[in-house]
């Protein structure tokens, strides 16, 4: 079974709207689509209320400090740049904490987007198809090995500096764990057992790197809030780990919808989740 003290670390509800969409014009898109997405979706939340695009996307408080947003927004993985009417395609929207219990909001926003603001490079239009709503729930795994696949780039700090390497799982594990300990101190009143917190850091310095095939992968972006283009590459590839592990899946597995690493609601930083031999 299990470990339940484990898993109540974090209480944080997951919920993730898997869409269904059908373009209704001729779209345009670049080749990595989440910009696209995440400033579409920004747009129309604050075209459809100011408020609800303050809480989603203006998540400074009064320490200076940002908040990560609650939510991270995934488009296509594909390397498809154009639709024709009629094609369809998807995106996911998982929402943290909170968050959940506004995804009729969020839901609005993507289908204000389509409907009346469009996508991409020529503006094209398209309509939801369906909605498939999900909520996290971990699984049990007692393996000893495991292989993380990276589908949309890894941007992990070590020393302030990017990591252009393979991560060592030590430094993987503390920015997944500092990632959910964030959402939940922003988004929840629960407070986490430190002591335990603790402990995992410094567990996971025993787990070994057996074998990785990662490789940086550059995209430049148009920002349009700060009128420059910007560089958010990071890394692509897989990587496998080893020992003893039961005590982080519960981790690896929120982490599969929460993503890890810098520019997350971007997309950024996705992964999944291979057990024991290839």
Not at 173 to 195: H, M, N, W
């Amino acid at each position: 079974m299990i470990n339940k003290k484990i898993l109540n670390i974090f209480a944080l509800d997951i919920l993730r709207l898997q869409f269904t969409l059908e373009a209704t014009d001729h779209i345009n898109l670049p080749n990595y689509k989440g910009s696209a997405f995440h400033g579409g979706f920004g747009h129309a939340l604050k075209t459809i209320s100011p408020t609800w695009f303050n809480y989603f996307f203006q998540t400074e408080i009064e320490t200076g400090n940002q908040k990560p947003k609650p939510f991270v927004l995934l488009p296509p993985l594909d390397n498809q740049q154009t639709y024709q009417p009629g094609e369809t395609f998807s995106c996911e929207l998982t929402l943290f904490a909170e968050a959940t219990q506004h995804y009729a909001i969020a839901q609005a926003g993507i289908e204000y987007l389509g409907r009346e603001m469009g996508l991409g490079y020529s503006r094209g239009k398209f309509k939801v198809k369906s909605i498939e709503k999900s909520t996290f729930t971990p699984t049990e795994n007692t393996t000893q090995k495991i292989t993380l696949y990276l589908l949309s780039r890894l941007r992990l700090k070590s020393n302030n500096q990017l990591q252009r390497q393979t991560p060592e799982f030590s430094l993987l594990i503390a920015r997944l764990l500092g990632r959910l300990k964030t959402l939940q101190q922003s988004y929840s009143d629960v407070a986490i057992d430190e002591q335990l917190y603790r402990q995992l850091l410094q567990q996971a310095q025993e787990i070994q790197t057996t074998q990785s095939n990662t490789h940086w992968d550059d995209w430049d972006r148009y920002s349009g809030s700060q009128h420059e283009w910007m560089k958010f590459g990071g890394l692509l590839g897989d990587i496998n780990y080893q020992g003893n592990l039961q005590a982080f899946i519960p981790y690896l597995q929120m982490g599969e919808w929460t993503h890890v690493g810098g520019k997350s609601s971007f997309g950024l930083g996705k992964y999944t989740i291979s057990y024991g031999e290839e």
